[in-house]
């Protein structure tokens, strides 16, 4: 039985992964042509738009929608995910109100301080929304074993998101086509995981006020804990790209978020397609009363065989890359990468994981560490730019911060997956 789970887990992850390298193949085709269509200073105020893209759009519905996998019945799943849609709409419109105070009080120019290019935060709630919706699809498709489908929006959203970032750069200036084009790209995946619940009417009659007041209760504990958790984590992750514009300056923001990305690239590829059957998989053997540590350890173990020839690759070989591949104007980059690529090596196998603190026993857990994660990245930005740190000092700052938080992360994990284990 256990290898049939294996077996199953394996067949759902290639799945996945294979969607996702399709989704792949049109951004790292088009890297090389947006450098050319947009500048590094576009793609570091884009990087702010991203930044607050990404903290927002992961937390405005609650973090209910990853509890939409945990729930035995599927009347509690649908009622969670209603639940996770209201509160996503209701906080991007607040998120709309607020910018539009800050429209009509404030000299938002000025405000931003980065260059005349400020109007995309218009269209933050917007892309905020698109993006929260993303999470709940993906979760909620997760649950119903949805993987062809999920990997489909995948390859949807990527060829969304790469002609209209092409497009766009002839019908705007700055980085409009950037933003517009993440939003686009978003509403595409969007409309093809939505299709597998919408069909299902009896599934969606069972949705009613009654049944979300009470699931809404009884997993109280992700808005609660989970939620302020999770959006100190990403503002953590997405810290660099608020701070290095201040360390350094625009362009050079824009060579780490191209940086960035590329080394996210695994991740995007076969980090997240593990995870999330890694957690499906958990919680179901967990519900059947089975061991959870073999699946960890066998899933550790593929985790590092994938990240230690890519770190190593990207060490030695990142400046040379990102010459021939983006120009000489983007070498900076490929120098930025070479020490992205030492975090790469522990945060992979690490966050691919990490999932598992969202079951609702190890949530206080996981919000303890977050906020441990928190504080001390702003401690090392905040003594960056009171000391005047030079950039690539900071960089070795950096790495050296992140082995240590995530080594005690990886500690929390194993610990977590030994309770399961013993109450079982």
Same mark, same amino acid.
């Given at each position: *039985?256990?290898?049939?789970?294996?077996?199953?887990?394996?067949? =759902?992850?290639?799945?996945?992964?294979?969607?996702?390298?399709?989704?792949?193949?049109?951004?790292?085709?088009?890297? +090389?042509?947006?450098?050319?269509?947009?500048? +590094?200073?576009?793609?570091?105020?884009?990087?702010?738009?991203?930044?607050?893209?990404?903290?927002?759009?992961?937390?405005?519905?609650?973090?209910?929608?990853?509890?939409?996998?945990? +729930?035995?019945?599927?009347?509690?799943?649908?009622?969670?995910?209603?639940?996770?849609?209201?509160?996503?709409?209701?906080?991007?419109?607040?998120?709309?109100?607020?910018?539009?105070?800050?429209?009509?009080?404030?000299?938002?120019? $000025?405000? /931003? @301080?980065? $260059? =005349?290019?400020?109007?995309?935060?218009?269209?933050? %709630?917007?892309?905020?929304?698109?993006?929260?919706?993303? @999470?709940?699809? @993906?979760?909620?498709?997760?649950?119903?074993?949805?993987?062809?489908?999920?990997?489909?929006?995948?390859?949807?959203?990527?060829?969304?998101?790469? /002609?209209?970032?092409?497009?766009?750069?002839?019908?705007?200036?700055?980085?409009?086509?950037?933003?517009?084009?993440?939003?686009? $790209?978003?509403?595409?995946? =969007?409309?093809?995981?939505?299709?597998? &619940?919408?069909?299902?009417?009896?599934?969606?009659?069972?949705?009613?006020?009654?049944? *979300?007041?009470?699931?809404?209760?009884?997993?109280? &504990?992700?808005?609660?804990?989970? =939620?302020?958790?999770?959006?100190?984590?990403?503002?953590?992750?997405?810290? +660099? #790209? /608020?701070?290095?514009?201040?360390? $350094?300056?625009?362009?050079? !923001?824009?060579?780490?978020?191209?940086?960035?990305?590329?080394?996210?690239?695994?991740?995007?590829?076969?980090?997240?397609?593990?995870?999330?059957?890694?957690?499906?998989?958990?919680?179901?053997?967990?519900?059947?009363?089975?061991?959870? *540590?073999?699946?960890?350890?066998?899933?550790?173990?593929?985790?590092?065989? &994938?990240?230690?020839?890519?770190?190593?690759?990207? /060490?030695?070989?990142? %400046?040379? #890359?990102?010459?021939?591949?983006?120009?000489?104007?983007?070498?900076?980059?490929?120098?930025?990468?070479?020490?992205?690529?030492?975090?790469?090596?522990?945060?992979? %196998?690490?966050?691919?994981?990490? @999932?598992?603190?969202?079951?609702?026993?190890?949530?206080?857990?996981?919000?303890?560490?977050?906020?441990?994660?928190?504080?001390?990245?702003?401690? #090392?930005?905040?003594?960056?730019?009171?000391? !005047?740190?030079?950039?690539?000092?900071?960089?070795?700052?950096?790495?050296?911060?992140?082995?240590?938080?995530?080594?005690?992360? *990886?500690?929390?994990?194993?610990?977590?997956? #030994?309770?399961?284990?013993?109450?079982?």
């Amino acid at each position: *039985m256990y290898k049939s789970s294996l077996s199953s887990f394996g067949k =759902n992850v290639l799945t996945l992964t294979i969607g996702s390298g399709l989704a792949q193949i049109a951004p790292i085709l088009i890297s +090389p042509i947006l450098v050319q269509l947009y500048s +590094p200073e576009d793609f570091g105020i884009f990087a702010i738009f991203f930044a607050l893209t990404s903290i927002f759009g992961t937390t405005v519905n609650g973090k209910y929608d990853i509890a939409t996998v945990i +729930p035995k019945k599927n009347t509690d799943a649908i009622n969670l995910a209603a639940v996770s849609l209201l509160l996503s709409v209701f906080l991007s419109f607040i998120l709309s109100l607020i910018i539009a105070i800050i429209f009509i009080f404030i000299d938002i120019k $000025s405000f /931003f @301080n980065y $260059s =005349n290019d400020y109007l995309w935060i218009i269209g933050l %709630p917007v892309a905020v929304f698109f993006t929260s919706l993303f @999470n709940l699809l @993906n979760y909620f498709n997760t649950r119903l074993e949805k993987y062809n489908d999920i990997a489909k929006s995948k390859v949807y959203k990527s060829i969304a998101l790469a /002609f209209s970032q092409i497009g766009l750069s002839f019908l705007t200036t700055g980085m409009s086509g950037l933003a517009i084009g993440t939003i686009l $790209s978003n509403l595409s995946a =969007n409309i093809k995981l939505a299709q597998n &619940i919408i069909k299902d009417k009896s599934l969606i009659a069972k949705v009613t006020f009654r049944d *979300m007041k009470l699931v809404a209760s009884e997993y109280k &504990i992700y808005p609660l804990y989970s =939620n302020p958790a999770s959006l100190l984590d990403i503002a953590t992750l997405q810290m +660099p #790209l /608020f701070f290095i514009i201040k360390i $350094s300056s625009e362009a050079t !923001n824009g060579y780490f978020f191209l940086a960035s990305r590329i080394i996210s690239i695994p991740s995007a590829l076969i980090g997240r397609s593990i995870s999330q059957v890694f957690f499906q998989q958990v919680s179901k053997l967990e519900s059947q009363g089975r061991k959870c *540590m073999p699946l960890l350890i066998s899933t550790i173990k593929k985790l590092l065989m &994938i990240a230690l020839p890519i770190a190593t690759i990207l /060490f030695f070989g990142a %400046p040379f #890359l990102f010459e021939l591949v983006f120009g000489k104007a983007w070498l900076e980059a490929g120098e930025i990468a070479k020490y992205l690529s030492l975090i790469f090596l522990i945060q992979f %196998p690490v966050s691919s994981l990490s @999932n598992i603190l969202s079951l609702k026993e190890f949530v206080k857990r996981a919000t303890a560490w977050k906020i441990l994660y928190f504080s001390s990245s702003l401690i #090392l930005y905040l003594v960056t730019l009171t000391l !005047n740190l030079d950039l690539y000092l900071f960089l070795k700052l950096y790495v050296i911060h992140e082995y240590f938080l995530y080594s005690i992360y *990886m500690l929390l994990i194993v610990k977590s997956v #030994l309770q399961i284990d013993r109450e079982i």
